[in-house]
């Protein structure tokens, strides 16, 4: 096989596998079926001992280092929605900063993403702004690389601050789920319970002017209701539980840059947002 032809067949394994880790993908299965209900109901198979010659004594065997917690096997216990939902309530409702919010959520196990994600990431810009900007997830480049609001889609939004005259010094950037779900799915029900009362604790605490939720994805973890159309093309009261935020449903950064068509009701909702502003 040529040079050319090996540096094409492995640039393409490249893109395979980029594909992969893309749309989820964080485990290699083989080509057998496998009951894994069957298998986790099994009782554990325990070894018999091996006999020992009562001449000989046993060997003095050196400490292992303890293995690495890789990703899949952080969260050992089972997540349950009224228990997890309880938990982040009492965490989120004891926060009196954003940093102390911030420290809860990351120590919080009820969320079973963050067993699955590379990184927490939770915001950026000026805590304390007029204007707080909800988007759903952090991005593949901001869970490649470890950083808040780095990627294609924040780029996309620094842009739509200028537009309005605004930069990261005068807004607040936070995310809906800190933890990149698998395949930048939305959240299931269990996660919105989990996620909801740190969303709601948070905006109370940032207590901005005017909050910008971006796409129906952010909105029904930040609503915890899967009906969110009635919310689009209007200002509405987003409870916080400690009082209400004036908000607006945006579109998603990432239809945005799918559908440029889009923006056209995106620069609707920047000049209300202007407006509202001053």
Aim: net charge neutral; with cysteine; hydrophobic share 45%.
């Amino acid at each position: 096989m040529s040079a050319d032809a090996d540096l094409s067949l492995e640039t393409g394994l490249a893109a395979l596998v980029d594909w992969y880790v893309s749309i989820g993908v964080d485990i290699a299965v083989d080509e057998a079926p496998h009951d894994r209900f069957a298998e986790s109901a099994a009782p554990p198979r325990v070894a018999a001992p091996a006999p020992v010659a009562a001449s000989s004594p046993s060997p003095v065997r050196r400490a292992e280092p303890p293995a690495r917690e890789t990703r899949s096997q952080r969260s050992a216990a089972p997540v349950f929605t009224e228990e997890a939902a309880r938990g982040a309530r009492e965490a989120a409702g004891a926060a009196r900063t954003i940093e102390e919010l911030r420290e809860r959520l990351a120590a919080f196990d009820g969320c079973a993403l963050k067993a699955t994600a590379g990184h927490f990431l939770f915001s950026a810009g000026a805590p304390g702004a007029a204007l707080m900007v909800l988007d759903f997830s952090p991005g593949e480049e901001e869970e490649r690389g470890g950083a808040a609001f780095v990627g294609p889609e924040a780029r996309l939004l620094d842009n739509m601050l200028r537009a309005i005259r605004r930069d990261r010094s005068g807004a607040y950037l936070a995310y809906a789920t800190p933890w990149r779900p698998p395949g930048a799915r939305e959240l299931n029900p269990a996660e919105v319970a989990a996620l909801n009362p740190f969303l709601r604790r948070h905006v109370e605490l940032a207590a901005p002017r005017a909050l910008l939720i971006l796409g129906d994805f952010a909105a029904r973890a930040a609503l915890g209701s899967p009906d969110v159309a009635r919310y689009r093309n209007a200002w509405f009261d987003y409870d916080h539980g400690g009082g209400a935020a004036r908000a607006l449903l945006a579109p998603s950064l990432a239809s945005l840059l799918r559908t440029p068509a889009m923006k056209r009701r995106a620069w609707r909702d920047l000049r209300a947002l202007a407006a509202a502003l001053g």
